[in-house]
């Protein structure tokens, strides 16, 4: 072997189904934070120097000691606390209806026709105009708050799911019978896994569906929550009071979609596993 040989360098082509990871430059990561911080800037200059006019949109730096006030009072903790009951329980009801009509309807064409046409007229229905009727058959508590929201949710979580039964491969089912599997085993072991990437991706969307209708629900005659502390702060236009509480509940929406990515990659890592074979 010639000298020349040894020092060239051997090229390595990537087997195929491999995955090239792209390294993020450490350096770069706070490039990201350029815009908004020169966006922050900007808006606390232009309020400063009255171009932007405090009764329009308050500065940055009184929204930041307008949120130390409310939670160093207890309001903006009470308000989130109560928000998030209310997220927290239209969404389990919303989840459980969403996803069990999405199974009597993917797994038979009997169930399909009786309960797909009725989801998708619905799923047409403005909240604004399901309001009144929710009052008027609910009245104006906590029900019609829970429900609007349950409503909501459950439209992404059954389309999607719906639609993760209906791409399940029908050969594995055939290796399923195959093998003696009955129906419900079939359903266990087959249609749910090969369901379950896309009805996690509904519910990452309608998690961010629950905030927005949060958002209409408790302009429903709501004496606590987020909703309830902006519309407070509408009639006495305090815009950082405003501003306070759509970030908040931007974060909220944050947050919990970074809590069900965490659930996707630990529930989908037999996937990713299979697809880098």
């Known amino acids: 072997m010639s000298v020349l040989e040894l020092d060239t360098p051997v090229r390595t082509e990537p087997q195929p189904g ?7 430059l450490p350096g770069r990561a706070w490039q990201r934070w350029i815009s908004p911080l020169v966006l922050l800037l900007a808006w606390q200059i232009a309020s400063t120097t009255g171009l932007l006019p405090t009764r329009l949109l308050a500065a940055p730096s009184t929204i930041a000691a307008t949120a130390v006030d409310l939670v160093q009072a207890g309001t903006l903790p009470t308000a ?15 989840a459980v209806a969403g996803v069990g009509l999405a199974l ?12 797909d046409p009725i989801m998708q007229m619905l799923r047409a229905l403005p909240f604004f105009g399901l309001i009144p009727l929710f009052i008027l058959w609910f009245g104006i508590g906590e029900a019609p708050k829970v ?9 992404p979580l059954y389309l999607n799911t719906f639609a993760g039964i209906r791409g399940v491969d029908g ?28 009805t996690l991706v509904g519910l990452r969307q309608s ?15 709501a004496n606590a ?10 009639e006495f236009l305090r815009t950082d009071v405003i501003v306070v509480g759509l ?3 931007s974060a909220l929406g944050l947050l919990t979609d970074a809590l069900v990515r965490l659930l996707e990659r630990r529930a989908l890592t037999w996937r990713r596993e299979f697809l880098a074979r």
């Open 207 to 221: 998690l961010g569906v629950a905030w927005l209708a949060l958002i209409v629900a408790e302009q429903v005659n």
């Open 104 to 115: 009597v309807a993917g797994l038979s064409r009997r169930g399909e026709n009786a309960v």
């Open 225 to 234: 929550g987020l909703g309830y502390m902006i519309n407070d702060a509408r």
């Open 80 to 94: 989130i606390a109560v928000s998030l009951q209310r997220v927290l329980i239209g969404f389990t009801a919303g």
């Open 18 to 24: 491999a995955r090239i990871r792209r390294r993020r």
């Open 147 to 155: 429900l609007l929201v349950a409503l909501a949710v459950s439209f």
């Open 247 to 249: 970030l908040v509940y």
């Open 171 to 198: 050969k594995l089912a055939e290796v399923a019978r195959t093998v003696g599997l009955g129906r419900a085993q079939l359903i266990r072991h087959i249609v749910l896994p090969g369901a379950l990437p896309q």
